[in-house]
């Protein structure tokens, strides 16, 4: 039976990052790389993923613990190049089962963008060939210091040279060596294990793996990605923005494709794992997180920040809303202008349009939020739930303190602070009563006249207007 082990290098240290936080935990669209190259590689259904990791990468395995707890995690020592880091896993790689057939492909914790078809046909490309390696290439519009590819006539692989040690001829190769890498699994240990140390970093490089399998009557192939931008490495924050670039553009497209309107595309971020239905319309400078899923004919108007939100079919978000985690709206609900919500359900046909907070909360179907309204829902050691039923209408400007539930059809008078519960078709007033004085307003203002002073000046003859 044909096997695939997938082994992903995530140990290098990243120091052009100058970051705290290891390279391949910095995201692209909202996703740490390390979890873009093991979704590669779930792609391509393997028996088992390995992760190889550095010393000190307790924050890596963490992540992964969390996101991807099947996956099992190798330590790299030392820092002694990628063959020696690939062997870190060697458990991978000497068990009977994973040997007796099929492929090991070692993949790139900081390589986010490539894709699954691209993955699948560098596998297709050494089984076809019966080649030993098969190698992903690619032509970048400049080759720059790559690695290049050296085929013979035949179109073969017959080495990877490095550009230091390249000869005038060969950087002038167009090909260039990604790292990516595909190895028969029968063959892929006894090739490793002769992979020497003899440069002038004494490190053991992957690369040598094509030179090796040749000298031993081997044969080596290369399968050419679509696109340059598939096998970016990210090594600094300037290409880190350029994955992200190339990561959006690709989730954009995909979103249009599949029946959404973006009025200005290049304003709008998504996230890898947005779900976006269709006929959906988002209008410019709108920010998708992480966990997202927007149903079909959804509206979302221009500036709107979402992430961790459920949004049904028809609702309408924004100008200028935030639905923070948790934030469930079903269908035809409307959050309009400047409104933030948080942990809460707003139901069928409900609104809440102006200025209004609803953090832990549930709003029942047709029931109306005004302006103002904010559901106090932290006292300063605990959040507490709001509950608001069905046709309920809440004036302008009213604070609902939590606990407390409003009732069917209640209604809750403008600029009341609702501190216990409102029982169904009530109405609640809890506001302190206007008292108006006759004449008042002329006899303050005369006296506010008198204390300014006859010539313009206040009391510390200071002008006035």
């Avoid at 063959?83 to 994973?98: M, N, P, S, W």
């Avoid at 140390?197 to 990605?225: P, S």
Wanted: aromatic share 4%; proline share 3%; charged share 20%.
């Amino acid at each position: 039976m044909t096997r695939t082990v997938c082994i992903v290098l995530a140990a290098g240290k990243g120091t052009r990052m100058r970051s705290d936080l290891p390279k391949v935990l910095h995201a692209v669209a909202g996703r740490p790389m390390v979890l873009h190259a093991i979704d590669g590689a779930r792609s391509l259904s393997p028996d088992r993923i390995g992760v190889v990791v550095g010393a000190g990468g307790e924050a890596v395995a963490a992540v992964l613990a969390r996101a991807a707890p099947d996956v099992s995690i190798h330590t790299q020592a030392e820092q002694l190049g990628t063959a020696h880091a690939v062997l870190a896993a060697r458990a991978l790689l000497a068990d009977d089962e994973a040997v007796t057939g099929g492929d090991v492909v070692i993949l790139y914790g900081d390589t986010p963008l490539i894709r699954p078809e691209t993955l699948a046909g560098l596998v297709a490309a050494r089984r076809d060939s019966g080649a030993a390696v098969a190698v992903l290439g690619f032509r970048p519009a400049d080759p720059g210091a790559y690695g290049r590819l050296k085929l013979d006539e035949q179109g073969r692989l017959v080495a990877i040279v490095e550009f230091k040690e390249a000869s005038a001829e060969e950087r002038a190769i167009g090909l260039c060596n990604s790292g990516v890498m595909c190895l028969d699994a029968a063959r892929a240990l006894s090739i490793l294990d002769r992979i020497g140390n003899a440069n002038a970093k004494g490190e053991y490089y992957l690369t040598d793996a094509v030179a090796i399998a040749r000298a031993h009557g081997l044969d080596a192939v290369v399968m050419e990605a679509a696109s340059a931008d598939e096998v970016l490495g990210v090594n600094a924050r300037a290409e880190l923005a350029m994955a992200e670039a190339a990561f959006q553009a690709r989730l954009r497209l995909a979103a249009m494709e599949n029946g959404a309107t973006l009025v200005a595309p290049d304003t709008v971020f998504l996230s890898a794992d947005t779900v976006i239905g269709r006929d959906v319309l988002i209008e410019p400078h709108v920010i998708i997180g992480p966990g997202v899923r927007i149903g079909d004919g959804v509206i979302i108007r221009g500036f709107s920040h979402i992430e961790g939100a459920r949004i049904a079919d028809g609702a309408t978000i924004g100008p200028f809303a935030r639905l923070r985690p948790g934030a469930v709206l079903a269908e035809g609900a409307h959050i309009g202008n400047f409104v933030e919500i948080k942990q809460a359900e707003i139901g069928p046909g409900a609104k809440v349009n102006h200025l209004s907070y609803v953090g832990d909360a549930m709003i029942g179907a047709r029931s109306n939020i005004g302006a103002g309204t904010i559901t106090c829902n932290y006292d300063g050691f605990g959040k507490w739930r709001t509950v608001i039923g069905s046709d309920a209408f809440i004036g302008s400007d009213s604070c609902l303190v939590a606990p407390v539930t409003i009732g069917d059809g209640a209604y809750i008078a403008t600029g009341s602070v609702i501190t216990d519960d409102v029982a169904a078709d009530a109405l609640a007033i809890a506001r302190g009563r206007q008292v108006a004085k006759p004449g008042r307003a002329a006899e303050l203002r005369a006296r506010f006249k008198t204390r300014a002073g006859k010539d313009g000046t206040d009391k510390n003859g200071v002008g006035r207007d």
